[in-house]
T-cell receptor
Framework: AQKITQTQPGMFVQEKEAVTLDCTYD???????LFWYKQPSSGEMIFLIYQGSYDQQNATEGRYSLNFQKARKSANLVISASQLGDSAMYFC?????????????FGQGTTLQVKP | GAGVSQSPSNKVTEKGKDVELRCDPISGHTALYWYRQRLGQGLEFLIYFQGNSAPDKSGLPSDRFSAERTGESVSTLTIQRTQQEDSAVYLC????????????FGPGTRLTVT
């Protein structure tokens, strides 16, 4: 069955440093998409970055990059030059391509705190 | 433009009462999704609509939960005979289509069952 695992309940990072948030996934579908969302304390879900299973290159969006290691089934999020505003809950999610439902399966999340 | 909106933002209800949660998707978005997020947890998929059709209701936690959508517009999630375990934030999202990878989320409705 499809599953997303985030093993870090909480992480700390010093402002301006880089941080990696871990995500592993399990699926038997050869076609899938991987997502990262940010959820600040206000509660809204903010889309950050997307990686398709057939994409040859790692996705990047500004300070966010996704370290996609297909053989290991991992999709870690790297945030460079952390800012205080990056403090939030981060969720990794997966959508299976052949299910054609658009359904996202989420991990349990990682709380990131950026220290000044 | 306007994003996904949800109402009410907060709802406190007594155990056993029925509640109705509303979602207004982004105009033109044909796909609409409902998720539930318990305190400190990830999001749990409930149901999706393509247009006003909901082909898969298997994510709904029990038969007390139902959802409908009018055309490609407003959706309501109804919980009958609420229980304390229904307390959670209910999030709605919409996208241009099922194959569109970006889902835009609303602010959620925080439901508290006392």
């Amino acid at each position: 069955a499809q599953k997303i695992t985030q093993t870090q309940p909480g992480m700390f990072v010093q402002e301006k440093e880089a941080v990696t948030l871990d995500c592993t996934y399990d699926t038997s579908d050869p076609s899938y998409g991987l997502f990262w969302y940010k959820q600040p304390s206000s509660g809204e879900m903010i889309f950050l970055i997307y990686q398709g299973s057939y994409d040859q290159q790692n996705a990047t969006e500004g300070r966010y990059s996704l370290n996609f290691q297909k053989a290991r089934k991992s999709a870690n999020l790297v945030i460079s030059a952390s800012q205080l505003g990056d403090s939030a809950m981060y969720f990794c999610a997966m959508r299976e391509g052949t299910s054609n439902t658009g359904k996202l399966i989420f991990g349990q999340g990682t709380t990131l705190q950026v220290k000044p | 433009g306007a994003g996904v909106s949800q109402s009410p933002s907060n709802k406190v209800t007594e155990k056993g009462k029925d509640v109705e949660l509303r979602c207004d998707p982004i105009s033109g978005h044909t796909a609409l999704y409902w998720y539930r997020q318990r305190l400190g947890q990830g999001l749990e998929f409930l149901i999706y609509f393509q247009g006003n059709s909901a082909p898969d209701k298997s994510g709904l936690p029990s038969d007390r939960f139902s959802a409908e959508r009018t055309g490609e517009s407003v959706s309501t999630l109804t919980i009958q005979r609420t229980q304390q375990e229904d307390s959670a934030v209910y999030l709605c999202a919409s996208s241009l289509g099922l194959s569109s990878y970006e889902q835009y989320f609303g602010p959620g409705t925080r439901l508290t069952v006392t």
